[in-house]
C-alpha cells in the first residue's frame, strides 16, 4: 500500500513564499504524474501543477510564473514552491500520485495567506 505525506503548509503573509513537500512511501513498482491540487472553503478542489515521470509540468493558469513543480524519482517525492502568494492562495493543499494501479491521495496541508 502507497501513502503520500505532505508538509510545508502554514501562515503567510501576502507576497511571501513557501515550498510544499510530498513523499510517497510503501511498496511502489512505479511513480508516472504527480500533482498539487487545492480545495478552498466552499469551492471544488482543483489542479494546481502536474509534472510527468519525464519533467514535463502543467500548471493551472491562476498559478503559472508564481509557482513551480518539481520532483525527485530517486525519492519518490513532489515539490511545490509557490512564491508571490495571494490570499486567494489559502485553501488545503492535497498530493496526488499516478502509482499505475491507483491515483493516491495525501492528507492535505493548509496553506494560509493573510492580506
Known amino acids: 500500500q502507497v501513502h503520500l505525506v505532505e508538509s510545508g503548509g502554514g501562515l503567510v503573509q501576502a507576497g511571501g513564499s513557501l515550498r510544499l513537500s510530498c513523499a510517497a512511501s510503501g511498496i511502489i513498482f512505479s511513480i508516472n504524474t504527480m500533482g498539487w491540487y487545492r480545495q478552498a472553503p466552499g469551492k471544488q478542489r482543483e489542479l494546481v501543477a502536474s509534472?510527468?515521470?519525464?519533467?514535463?509540468?502543467n500548471y493551472a493558469d491562476s498559478v503559472k510564473g508564481r509557482f513551480t513543480i518539481s520532483r525527485d524519482n530517486a525519492k519518490n517525492a513532489v515539490f511545490l514552491q509557490m512564491n508571490s502568494l495571494k490570499p486567494e492562495d489559502t485553501a488545503v493543499y492535497y498530493c496526488n500520485a499516478d502509482v499505475v494501479t491507483a491515483y493516491i491521495w495525501g492528507q492535505g496541508t493548509q496553506v494560509t495567506v493573510s492580506s
Open positions: 509534472i510527468t515521470r519525464g519533467d514535463s509540468t
